[in-house]
T-cell receptor, first 113, second 114 residues
Framework: EAGVAQSPRYKIIEKRQSVAFWCNPI?????LYWYQQILGQGPKLLIQ????????DSQLPKDRFSAERLKGVDSTLKIQPAKLEDSAVYLC???????????FGPGTRLTVT | AQSVTQLDSHVSVSEGTPVLLRCNYS??????LFWYVQHPNKGLQLLLK??????LVKGINGFEAEFKKSETSFHLTKPSAHMSDAAEYFC????????????FGQGTELSVKP
């Protein structure tokens, strides 16, 4: 069974630029999550999708972050414009219909200079 | 509100000695609790989970954790550390009825000395 795929693995941008991350969950998993993991901290949930609908985006900075999951499969997370404090690893995870056991991708390490 | 506190940011043990990673939780309801492990440059992996069944939970790679309601603790243990156990470990709580949402602790970095 293929795991959660993410790309790119690394990205370096300047502040005020935009960036997008892509995630392809495990086949058949209805629930998809995006987390932000700042160095030295645990992952923090940004947004949760159930199929192509948003379940929880209470911690998503909506003035600069956006996410979509148009066909209920893969998802894109965008930051525009980026700030220095957005430097972090962005993790995507999926689960079978909101089950607690989540499967994580390798993450995208973003550096904003 | 639900939360977890990992009491040590870094633990160092020698290979072959026991491992103890401490976690306390705060929850208004019967919690679901988990331990995840993160090896360098790899994705997070579920080690074990407690969901109100047996209080002593066994996980992968010889790890286990005991749920103690009276102490609001969920400490992770392993009898004998192996070099490959060196990683970051996260204690995690899952609030009920929130679609599988997870709240992570700050993490404990485990170092294993030869």
């Amino acid at each position: 069974e293929a795991g959660v795929a993410q790309s790119p693995r690394y990205k370096i941008i300047e502040k005020r630029q935009s960036v997008a991350f892509w995630c392809n969950p495990i086949s058949g998993h209805a629930t998809l999550y995006w987390y932000q993991q700042i160095l030295g901290q645990g992952p923090k949930l940004l947004i949760q999708f159930q199929n192509n609908g948003v379940v929880d985006d209470s911690q998503l900075p909506k003035d600069r972050f956006s996410a979509e999951r148009l066909k209920g499969v893969d998802s894109t997370l965008k930051i525009q414009p980026a700030k220095l404090e957005d430097s972090a690893v962005y993790l995507c995870a999926s689960s079978s219909d909101g089950a607690y056991e989540q499967y994580f991708g390798p993450g995208t390490r973003l550096t904003v200079t | 509100a639900q939360s977890v506190t990992q009491l040590d940011s870094h633990v160092s043990v020698s290979e072959g000695t026991p491992v103890l990673l401490r976690c306390n939780y705060s929850s208004s309801y019967s919690p679901s609790l988990f331990w995840y492990v993160q090896h360098p440059n790899k994705g997070l992996q579920l080690l074990l989970k407690y969901t109100s069944a047996a209080t002593l939970v066994k996980g992968i790679n010889g790890f286990e954790a005991e749920f103690k309601k009276s102490e609001t603790s969920f400490h992770l243990t392993k009898p004998s550390a192996h070099m490959s156990d060196a990683a970051e470990y996260f204690c995690v709580v899952g609030p009920p009825n929130q679609g599988g949402k997870l709240i992570f602790g700050q993490g404990t970095e485990l170092s294993v000395k030869p």
